[in-house]
């Protein structure tokens, strides 16, 4: 353990919800070193909070351990797990599907089950709608500030019994790729796609190439035009579109200081589909 936490939720800024995780934790050991993943995940979404793990936790510290709380079952018989990844990090969350990329990506060396009569903040037992303070900020900071081994925190579950989402992945077509919109670069309105860039390129497709794009809605065609593969951004114009691979290493579309999803109203998810073809 290096004694940092990072804490995820979908809880937002506006209230005092995180100071209270951050105060529980505090609590356990001051010498805590605790950071912040986002708080900004939209309410109830567990896809994007798994997304948004596996985007960041490969560039943290070995030993890092991360508290990532969307929870919109809070209260029911969803189970709480601490998993052990295989690059070495520590992850509290519900059992919900949070563990969804991470295990495809990076995996999972073991998991195990939160005891919570031994796991929960002292006097928090009448409380059943605030588990990311009562359970997992307080296990976390236990766990981080080695106040409590990771052995010690329930009993083993199998790797291959904890609930996952389905992801969509890509497939090749004639002359092209096709696969899915999973997420946005939220403040760019870029479009994070499920392709990843060895399969894009061994389509054949080359920076320079203007590629057709189509782009449908529950199988609708939105969109289609012939998009340059660049670099970056800035190997077009500003206000036009670039095709680019992203930071972790799919295909993407976006506009050089524009914001793609909001200029064709394009949105995220299983009902939205893209091609790439020559």
Same mark, same amino acid.
């Given at each position: 353990?290096?004694?940092?936490?990072?804490?995820?939720?979908?809880f937002?800024?506006?209230? @005092?919800?995180?100071?209270?995780?951050?105060?529980?934790?505090?609590?356990?050991?001051?010498?805590?070193n &605790?950071?912040?993943?986002?708080?900004?995940?939209?309410q109830?979404? &567990?896809?994007?909070?798994?997304?948004?793990?596996?985007?960041?936790?490969g560039?943290?510290?070995?030993?890092?351990? %991360?508290?990532?709380?969307?929870?919109?079952g809070?209260?029911?018989?969803?189970?709480?797990?601490?998993?052990?990844?295989?690059?070495?990090?520590?992850?509290?969350?519900?059992? !919900? @599907?949070?563990?969804?990329?991470?295990? #495809?990506?990076?995996?999972?060396?073991?998991?195990?089950?939160?005891?919570?009569?031994?796991?929960?903040?002292?006097?928090?037992?009448?409380?059943?709608?605030?588990?990311?303070?009562?359970?997992?900020?307080?296990?976390?900071?236990?766990?981080?500030?080695?106040?409590?081994?990771?052995?010690?925190?329930?009993?083993? &579950?199998?790797?291959?019994?904890?609930?996952?989402?389905?992801?969509?992945?890509c497939?090749?077509?004639?002359?092209?790729?096709?696969?899915?919109?999973?997420?946005?670069?939220?403040?760019?309105?870029?479009?994070w796609?499920?392709?990843?860039?060895?399969? %894009?390129? +061994?389509?054949?497709?080359?920076?320079?190439?203007?590629?057709?794009?189509?782009?449908?809605?529950?199988?609708?065609?939105?969109?289609?035009s #012939?998009i340059?593969?660049?670099?970056?951004?800035?190997?077009v114009?500003?206000?036009?579109?670039v095709?680019?691979? !992203?930071?972790?290493? +799919?295909m993407?579309?976006? &506009?050089?200081?524009g914001d793609?999803?909001?200029?064709?109203?394009?949105?995220?998810?299983?009902s939205?589909?893209?091609?790439?073809?020559?």
């Amino acid at each position: 353990m290096n004694k940092i936490i990072v804490f995820q939720t979908d809880f937002g800024l506006d209230d @005092g919800a995180i100071s209270a995780m951050e105060g529980v934790s505090y609590q356990v050991s001051y010498d805590l070193n &605790i950071r912040h993943l986002t708080h900004n995940i939209p309410q109830y979404n &567990i896809f994007d909070a798994s997304y948004r793990l596996y985007q960041a936790i490969g560039y943290w510290p070995k030993g890092t351990t %991360f508290v990532s709380v969307v929870d919109p079952g809070v209260g029911s018989d969803r189970k709480s797990v601490v998993a052990k990844t295989k690059n070495g990090m520590y992850i509290i969350t519900p059992d !919900n @599907g949070t563990l969804t990329h991470i295990a #495809k990506h990076i995996g999972l060396e073991e998991v195990r089950l939160i005891e919570e009569g031994s796991n929960r903040l002292k006097d928090s037992e009448l409380s059943y709608t605030f588990y990311g303070r009562d359970v997992y900020a307080y296990t976390g900071a236990r766990l981080a500030s080695e106040k409590i081994a990771f052995e010690d925190i329930g009993p083993k &579950i199998d790797v291959d019994d904890i609930v996952t989402l389905e992801l969509y992945g890509c497939k090749r077509i004639e002359n092209g790729i096709f696969g899915y919109i999973d997420i946005l670069d939220v403040r760019f309105g870029s479009l994070w796609t499920s392709i990843p860039y060895k399969e %894009f390129i +061994d389509c054949g497709f080359k920076i320079g190439d203007d590629i057709l794009v189509e782009i449908f809605h529950n199988d609708k065609k939105v969109y289609s035009s #012939k998009i340059n593969y660049g670099k970056s951004f800035a190997d077009v114009e500003v206000n036009v579109p670039v095709i680019y691979m !992203n930071s972790v290493y +799919d295909m993407a579309v976006a &506009i050089n200081q524009g914001d793609f999803s909001k200029a064709y109203g394009i949105g995220v998810g299983k009902s939205w589909t893209i091609t790439f073809t020559k």
